[in-house]
């Protein structure tokens, strides 16, 4: 019981252990071969390249469901719109 409210304080601030994002088996497979999810959970703005260049998409957009990301060809994911502009990557139209 001694360390019981030090872990709870722990639970509620997500630090330590309980600041640790899992990715399920299944996830890591299909980041590796599909680039469907990112390897960090929070990072989920893709980062794509197209014929018109660097573009960026985010949950909502048109094409954020169908877009792929391959990270062999350069392409790769961002936790931030402004990450993603600092990288020289624009915004999608749609």
Known sequence: MD???VEKAALITARG???VRMVT???HRMVREKGLFP???RCSIKGNISPNGK???????HFYRR?????AQ??????SVSDAQKNGW???RR
């Open 3 to 5: 360390y019981d409210l």
């Open 90 to 92: 624009r915004a999608a």
């Open 55 to 61: 573009v960026f998409h985010v949950r909502g957009q």
């Open 39 to 41: 390897a960090d959970p």
């Open 17 to 19: 252990l309980h600041g």
């Open 25 to 27: 088996p299944a996830q």
């Open 67 to 71: 877009t792929r990301i391959n990270e």
């Open 74 to 79: 350069g392409e790769r994911w961002f936790c």
